[in-house]
């Protein structure tokens, strides 16, 4: 069994939550966790993007940057980047192999999370990194990745996600993602309701750990258009007025608000200065974010997979031609309820994979609101493209997987942008 093979076949153990497994694995590489500092960022949506834009700024400060996140796009490699650049084959092959024969040493099989997470942390060890961005993969407390001991934690929001594992109020998903919260350590929150606030206010009180909060101990205004837009900030330390951003959508300005805000807690030790936040918010690449893969027509690709998500496309796209494919586990009723608003057509697929919803099912929860079905994805693609015009693009959405295999259909296209993290 190759090595990649042995990792894809982790995926069949699904989802454990705890950290038992992933400090064993740690204990046997020797902790390499510990040999930098580590931003460390939780939360229902956004947090990828807080993560890049993170990334993209102390990469902007002449720093050595390791960056996970999850899940990837096309290839596992995008998980594990050393500033720009995933991990090459032959190094992955080597730390999966690593912890293949310390997974030896479990009393249980690792999962495919627990094993990534091992290899990104020993990855970054190993390529010396200055700082180390790190994303969640779901909830927090009971995540792989809080193992960790950062400089400073951020929980961008709280919406509803994963409630078979996180709980089914805002309150309780809010508990597990307050998890990150560690003794003293300064926590970032944005967009928060005051129940799930007051959660993770007493979480954080608990552990003496200070908080910066949207709105109260840093403010931003969005400049600009929805699609291409400007930060303005104020913060205890750095000032920003119409910062470009280079992300699209409104609300990607406030994730780069938060990765700023995250900054003001490490720029003594990092050395960030306000022109290397400037350059970093204006080369952040993070793909299939609202990403304008192709002009004729255009083209947009977006991986929101829950309602909260959804509503944030429709804040900044104009009327478009919609491609919606969704995963099975996930509340397509209410997607699809909130995305009608901007579909001049509504077009239903699935994408490939055991975990898609299929499109007759995705039709029974439209209901009536007015759709077509096409299948399979490719297909779909095809038709919305003819569909779309220089005055209503396109939008491809409804889940990561669709976005990452809609992602590598358009690459061979005639003009499709490259990816570039």
């Not at 720009?84 to 024969?101: C, K, M, Q, S, Y």
């Not at 078979?164 to 805002?170: A, F, S, W």
Request: one cysteine or more; charged letters at 20%.
């Amino acid at each position: 069994m190759t090595p990649r093979d042995f990792l894809a076949s982790l995926e069949f153990h699904g989802i454990k939550l705890g950290i038992d497994n992933i400090r064993r694995l740690l204990d046997v590489a020797n902790n390499p966790q510990r040999g930098y500092p580590v931003i460390h960022v939780a939360g229902t949506n956004g947090k990828g993007s807080v993560v890049a834009f993170a990334a993209s700024i102390l990469r902007a400060a002449g720093l050595r940057v390791g960056r996970f996140t999850s899940p990837h796009l096309l290839d596992v490699s995008e998980r594990f980047l050393i500033d720009a650049t995933p991990i090459a084959d032959v190094d992955l092959d080597r730390h999966i192999d690593f912890f293949r024969g310390a997974s030896h040493e479990l009393p249980n099989p690792p999962t495919y999370f627990e094993v990534c997470t091992a290899i990104a942390l020993r990855h970054f060890a190993e390529c010396k990194v200055d700082v180390a961005v790190i994303e969640v993969g779901m909830g927090g407390r009971f995540d792989s990745t809080n193992v960790v001991e950062p400089e400073v934690c951020a929980i961008t929001n709280i919406a509803l996600d994963h409630q078979k594992y996180l709980g089914n109020t805002l309150e309780e998903i809010a508990f597990e993602k307050a998890g990150v919260i560690k003794t003293g350590v300064p926590v970032v929150v944005g967009e928060c309701m005051p129940g799930p606030f007051d959660v993770i206010e007493t979480v954080a009180r608990e552990c003496n750990a200070p908080i910066k909060l949207k709105g109260r101990d840093f403010t931003f205004a969005v400049g600009g258009d929805p699609l291409s837009s400007t930060l303005s900030y104020r913060g205890p330390t750095f000032n920003l007025t119409d910062a470009p951003i280079s992300l699209a959508g409104m609300h990607q300005v406030e994730n780069a608000a938060l990765a700023v805000a995250l900054m003001e807690s490490v720029q003594r030790n990092l050395s960030i200065t306000e022109s290397a936040i400037v350059r970093g918010l204006a080369d952040t690449q993070w793909p299939c974010r609202l990403e304008r893969v192709l002009d004729d027509p255009p083209v947009y690709i977006d991986v929101a997979h829950n309602p909260a998500g959804i509503q944030r496309i429709v804040e900044s796209m104009p009327p478009c031609v919609v491609v919606f494919a969704a995963s099975s586990d996930k509340d397509v009723g209410e997607m699809l309820r909130e995305i009608a608003p901007l579909a001049r057509k509504l077009i239903l697929t699935e994408f490939e994979g055991s975990r898609a919803t299929p499109a007759d099912k995705l039709s029974a929860a439209a209901g009536a609101i007015p759709h077509e079905m096409t299948t399979p994805l490719r297909d779909a693609i095809a038709v919305g493209m003819k569909e779309a015009s220089a005055h209503c693009p396109l939008l491809i959405t409804g889940s990561i997987f669709t976005a990452g295999q809609a992602r590598r259909m358009l690459a061979s296209k005639p003009g499709a942008r490259p990816l570039r993290f």
